[in-house]
């Protein structure tokens, strides 16, 4: 079956970085994507990763390795507003996005 | 970035009625749209692939008699929820594909059946 893990909920420190971990288990790949969701709001898009490697966006950078089924979201410089669940989705063979169940981030001041 | 409008933001209903969901691609066109269920602390559920033109396709378990799904037009999906049950109360949630790389969503639908 398809399977996305990532932490169910991490807390850091505001002004800290805190990086977020996905592995995943698809039939194909199509690329990665993360998206953040603040309570009772739709996702928002922040990457998109199809190579191996770093995409840096300001103070967010998205990392992929496919051979180890594996990426990371990393957060710098971390403000309250960050506060909020982080979704990592994989596009499978059949382009069709499988979702994991998101990482609540907590910032304390 | 795209944005895609989704009305209305939410809705109280009755047991009973039906709701419709509209979602909007306000500048740009987008063939395929989709629809998603979130219930609360959990993930996104897709329940079908709209494209325009053609018939929905419906993920398994979702009832395509029960959440109608119409793409007119190239930046119109609507969803309506026939005969609406408490159970149907959810977050629903509209996207759009630019291309093949970016999905972006709409605000989402906080539907409430009483």
């Known amino acids: 079956g398809q399977n996305i893990d990532q932490p169910t909920e991490m807390t850091a420190t505001e002004g800290a970085i805190v990086q977020i971990n996905c592995t995943y288990q698809?039939?194909?790949?199509?690329?990665l994507f993360w998206y953040q969701q603040h309570a009772g709001e739709a996702p928002t898009f922040l990457s998109y990763n199809v190579l191996d490697g770093l995409e840096e966006k300001g103070r967010f950078s998205s990392f992929l390795s496919r051979s180890k089924g594996y990426s990371y979201l990393l957060l710098k410089e971390l403000q309250m507003k960050d506060s909020a669940s982080y979704l990592c989705a994989v596009k499978d063979s059949n382009y069709q996005l499988i979702w994991g169940a998101g990482t609540k981030l907590i910032i304390k001041p | 970035g795209a944005v895609v409008s989704q009305h209305p933001s939410r809705v109280i209903c009755k047991s009973g009625t039906s709701v419709k969901i509209e979602c909007r691609s306000l500048d740009f066109q987008a063939t395929t749209m989709f629809w998603y269920r979130q219930f609360p602390k959990k993930s996104l559920m897709l329940m079908a692939t709209?494209?325009?033109?053609?018939?929905?396709?419906?993920e398994q378990g979702v009832e395509k008699d029960k959440f109608l799904i119409n793409h007119a037009s190239l930046t119109l999906s609507t969803l309506t929820v026939t005969s609406a049950h408490p159970e149907d109360s959810s977050f629903y949630i509209c996207?759009?594909?630019?291309?093949?790389?970016?999905?972006?969503f709409g605000q989402g639908t906080r539907l409430t059946v009483v």
């Open positions: 996207s759009a594909l630019t291309g093949v790389t970016e999905a972006f």
């Open positions: 709209s494209n325009e033109g053609s018939k929905a396709t419906y």
């Open positions: 698809t039939s194909g790949f199509n690329g």
